[in-house]
Every structure is written in structure tokens, then in C-alpha cells.
């Protein structure tokens, strides 16, 4: 009996199982699959630092340059340097032999010499000419009142002449403008008519190549628009239709051309000429007596002549005499001998200034020598060019689209081989200059703050200018702001639905672009949402990036 009871509930257990079984089979056919929502890759908004930097390449040159001129006229005995050598301040790099420049200096000392007993020999001879030559004077003065007043006398004659010819010039003209005016008012009226004829068709032909070139680009603006289409569409159906646009603008394009030459060919009429009036006619042609006037000019002209000559005559004696010596004179040749004597000091301080040689001025480098040893120098030439290399910079050069962020001031860091520099940005020039391949570009000063030895002056740097720096402020990856026609904008992550943000952005670097408005720290912006769009649902990829549960 107990037997039979234990196999009936076994049966109604296995039974109930069964049931179960079945209806979860059941249940689970009928369950709908959930949808799969995508999953993207997102990027939280966090503060950060952001440092804005611009890159750029130039040339290393030197801020302070001299130019070394000879002080003396010598030869050049040792010359302690090449072009490329640095020097250091206080270096001897030339030293001279100033025997030639010795030997101008006892020149100069017997010039001194021979001008005082030149002087003393022309006062001697000033002192016995000085009678005979104010007598000269005394002559002079007398004859030049009369050559005055007979010059006055030609004068007036002459004008007198001038006058009477200009009086029947004068009134030959007029009779000849009273003759032209009635020639010139007909030629004005043909004028008149023959321009009035030109203006007209002039009016024409504009109006018609006007009306040709309108046709012109309503036709080519048609056929530009079918080759577009044409160009979207792979099928190429529209063809035929291209080339009646292609057809029409070609037709239309030399109508425009012919209206085009033949108002260009259209030439005005020439303005009536009136060469004939008076005030064009040889006045010379006409015929004046003035034979009694001549008569007395030609007397007159010959007295004037002869005053003239004892003039001459009498001055040559009071000026001319090489025995005579005005007080100015013997002045100047005081002066003369006076600079002489300094000539001769001149050379004496020459030699002393020889004798120092050229010694460097600065720490540098010789950037260029026009001499050699054994060269014969004249004073003032130039020698040799030292560049400093305490005082340099780098000259670069940025485009149009980066030199904005330039201001004065800013700190650099330079690159130059192995070294590394700390500069600053202390000029930008106005002006911009194009380049080799014609963009315009601006030209900016880097001064190095620590310069040293392994400083190459006309060598290339690598510079990076610290434009700006923002800390603690939002920022993003730079991939994740995209540019529209309205701004900047993000796709962010809210509610497990993609949004389009619209943001505005301040300084970015390589990697991150600082966020003032629009997003807030903690925010989840997407850098590439792929094939989605703005409205799809998306979760957040696990970090990890392995796929969550759907």
C-alpha cells in the first residue's frame, strides 16, 4: 500500500512539471525580442588646461651688427680672424704697418712750412701792388656809372623796337580772327551734327550688346546648372539636354562677341580744328619799319661796346694783378696754412689711432671680410662685419590664418639643433610679404632671452610660440566639435538619445579645445556617432569596450 502511494504522487509530481514546462515553453515563444539600441563611444566634459601654441620655422639672425671701416691709409700687417670665426670683446683682430702713413706725416710737416714762407711772399707782393691796383679801382668805379646809363639807353631802344613790331602784330591777328570766325562757327555746326549722328548710334550698338550679354549669362547660367545635375547624377540620363544648354550659351556667347566688336570699332568724330584764326598765324610775316630806331640802337650799341672794353681793362688791373692781395686773400691763406697744420696734426693722431689697430667691440662672429693680410686699405673702407652673437633673434614668418593670435610679449620656446632656447615675441611687422609661392605672409621677431655659444647665426630654428593658456576650464576633445554654417556644435548623450549642442569655443591645442558655453562639466559628447544621426537612440560604450546587454 505504501508503495503505490509513493508511485501515485511521483506521477502527480512529474506531472505538474510537465505542465510547467510547457507553459514557460509557451510564454517564452510568445515574449517579443527587445529591440538592440547602439552603442557609441562617449567622452565626458571635465576641466583641464588648455595651452593654445603656434609652430613655427626661421632663421636665426643677430640684432646688433657693425660694419668695421679702415680709420687710416696703411697695410694691413696681421689680420687675426676669417669670416665665420667667433671673436671675443676686447679681441685684436687687426694690426697695421704704418710706414707709409709715417712718411705722410713728414709731408705734412714740410707742407706746413712751405705754406708760411708762401704766405710771407704774397703779402711783400700785395704791399707793392696796392697803389697801382686802387688806382685801378678808382677807374672802374667811374666807368661803370657810365656803362649804366648808355645799357639803359640800348635797352630802352631795344623796347621801343620790340613795341612797334609787337603794335602791327597785334594788329594783323586781330584782322585775321575777324576772317576765321565764320569759317570756325560752320565747322562747330558739321561737328555738332556728325556727333548728335555718333551718340545715336552709339546707343544702339550698347543696347544691343547689352541685350546680347543678358541673353549671354541667362544662357550660361542654364547650362551651368544642367552641368551640375548632370555631374550628380552617375546615369548621365540629361546629356542630350546638356548640349542644347552647351549649344544655346556657345550661339549666344558669339552674338555677345559680335555686338561687342562692332561697339568697340565705333570711334567718335573728331572735334573741328581752327588752325586758321589769328591766334595761330606766323606773326613774324608781318612787315614793321623800325630803320630810324636801328640807326640809333646800332650807335648807341657801340659806345656801350667800347665803355665796356676800358672796363674790363681797368678791373683786370684792380682784380686780376697776381701781385695783388686783398686783405680777404691774405685771410684765406692764413686759413689754408692754418689747415695745413692741422692736416699734419690729423696725420699724427692717424698714426696713434694706426697703431691701436681694430679690436672687437662685442662677443661675436665675423660674418663677412672684405681683406686679407698684406692689404693696402684706404681710410674709410670697408673691412670687415661683426654680428653679435649676445643680441639675436629669430625671424619667422605665419600666414594669415595664425597670425591673429600674435601679440608682443609672448613667451617662446626656440630649438636650434640640440639646444633649446627661451625667447620672447617682440615685433610684428605691418606688412605682409608673399612667399615663394605668392600667399602673403607675416613676418614676426623672436628675441632669445639665453643665448650662449652653440649659437649659429643664419642657421634654421624651430620656434613654438606660447599663444595663450586657459586652467581649469571645460574642455573636450578637439575631434568631438564639429563646424556648421551656424557655429560650432557637439553631439552629446542625454536620456539615451544622441542631441546636436551648439557651443562656443575659446583657446584649443593639439588635443583639446577649452568650451565656454553650451556644454557643462560631466556632460557626455560623442566624437564620432558613425552612421547614426541626431535623434537616434544610443547608450554609452563600458569603457572597457565591450558590448553591454541590449
Avoid at 704766405?119 to 657810365?146: I, T
Avoid at 612797334?164 to 569759317?183: G, K, M, V
Avoid at 615685433?427 to 632671452?449: F, L, Q, S
Wanted: some cysteine; charged content about 30%; aromatic content about 4%.
Amino acid at each position: 500500500m505504501k508503495k503505490r502511494a509513493v508511485n501515485k504522487v511521483m506521477i502527480i509530481v512529474v506531472a505538474v512539471i510537465a505542465v510547467f514546462l510547457t507553459a514557460l515553453t509557451v510564454a517564452s515563444m510568445n515574449m517579443e525580442k527587445p529591440e538592440t539600441v547602439s552603442q557609441v563611444a562617449v567622452v565626458d566634459v571635465e576641466k583641464g588646461n588648455v595651452a593654445e601654441e603656434l609652430d613655427a620655422t626661421g632663421t636665426v639672425e643677430s640684432m646688433k651688427k657693425k660694419v668695421f671701416f679702415s680709420p687710416v691709409n696703411a697695410t694691413v700687417k696681421e689680420l687675426d680672424f676669417e669670416a665665420g670665426d667667433s671673436v671675443r670683446k676686447g679681441q685684436q683682430l687687426v694690426t697695421y704697418d704704418l710706414e707709409d702713413l709715417e712718411e705722410e706725416n713728414q709731408k705734412a710737416r714740410l707742407n706746413v712750412k712751405s705754406g708760411q714762407l708762401d704766405l710771407k711772399d704774397a703779402v711783400n707782393q700785395s704791399n707793392e701792388a696796392k697803389d697801382k691796383q686802387a688806382q685801378a679801382q678808382a677807374n672802374a668805379d667811374s666807368l661803370e656809372g657810365q656803362v649804366d646809363q648808355w645799357q639803359q639807353y640800348v635797352y630802352d631802344l631795344q623796347a621801343a623796337i620790340s613795341q612797334r613790331t609787337a603794335d602791327a602784330q597785334n594788329q594783323a591777328i586781330a584782322e585775321a580772327n575777324a576772317s576765321a570766325a565764320a569759317a570756325q562757327e560752320a565747322a562747330q555746326k558739321e561737328y555738332q551734327k556728325q556727333l548728335k549722328e555718333y551718340q545715336k548710334t552709339e546707343k544702339e550698338l550698347r543696347e544691343k550688346r547689352d541685350k546680347a550679354l543678358t541673353t549671354y549669362n541667362q544662357a550660361k547660367n542654364e547650362y551651368d546648372m544642367a552641368m551640375e545635375e548632370w555631374k550628380k547624377n552617375a546615369s548621365k540620363p540629361n546629356e542630350e539636354a546638356l548640349m542644347e544648354k552647351e549649344e544655346a550659351r556657345t550661339k549666344a556667347q558669339v552674338a555677345y562677341n559680335t555686338a561687342e566688336e562692332a561697339y568697340s570699332q565705333l570711334t567718335p568724330p573728331e572735334a573741328a580744328s581752327f588752325a586758321g584764326t589769328g591766334a595761330g598765324m606766323d606773326a613774324s610775316s608781318v612787315t614793321v619799319d623800325t630803320s630810324d630806331l636801328q640807326r640809333e640802337l646800332d650807335s648807341a650799341s657801340a659806345t656801350l661796346a667800347e665803355l665796356q672794353s676800358e672796363l674790363a681793362s681797368e678791373k683786370a688791373v684792380a682784380e686780376a694783378d697776381p701781385a695783388s692781395l686783398s686783405d680777404e686773400a691774405k685771410e684765406k691763406m692764413k686759413v689754408a696754412n692754418n689747415l695745413t697744420e692741422l692736416e699734419a696734426k690729423s696725420v699724427e693722431e692717424l698714426i696713434a689711432e694706426g697703431k691701436k689697430g681694430i679690436q672687437a667691440e662685442f662677443n661675436g662672429v665675423i660674418s663677412d671680410s672684405k681683406v686679407v693680410e698684406g692689404t693696402a686699405v684706404t681710410q674709410g673702407m670697408e673691412m670687415f662685419t661683426l654680428e653679435s652673437t649676445e643680441d639675436v633673434s629669430v625671424e619667422i614668418s605665419v600666414s594669415k590664418y595664425d597670425y591673429a593670435v600674435l601679440k608682443e610679449g609672448q613667451k617662446a620656446t626656440i630649438e636650434m639643433g640640440d639646444s633649446t632656447y627661451e625667447g620672447t615675441l617682440t615685433k610684428i611687422n605691418r606688412v605682409a610679404i608673399p612667399n615663394a609661392e605668392g600667399t602673403p605672409m607675416i613676418g614676426a621677431v623672436v628675441e632669445i632671452d639665453n643665448p650662449d655659444e652653440n649659437i649659429f647665426i643664419g642657421v634654421e630654428a624651430k620656434v613654438t610660440v606660447h599663444a595663450a593658456e586657459a586652467n581649469a576650464v571645460p574642455v573636450v576633445p578637439v575631434e568631438a566639435v564639429n563646424i556648421g554654417k551656424s557655429g560650432s556644435f557637439c553631439y552629446v548623450l542625454r536620456d539615451g538619445v544622441i542631441e546636436k549642442q551648439d557651443v562656443e569655443t575659446g583657446i584649443s591645442s593639439d588635443t583639446q579645445v577649452e568650451i565656454t558655453s553650451g556644454l557643462e562639466v560631466g556632460d557626455q559628447v560623442i566624437p564620432d556617432i558613425g552612421n547614426l544621426e541626431e535623434g537616434s537612440p544610443a547608450q554609452a560604450m563600458p569603457e572597457d569596450g565591450s558590448e553591454g546587454a541590449a
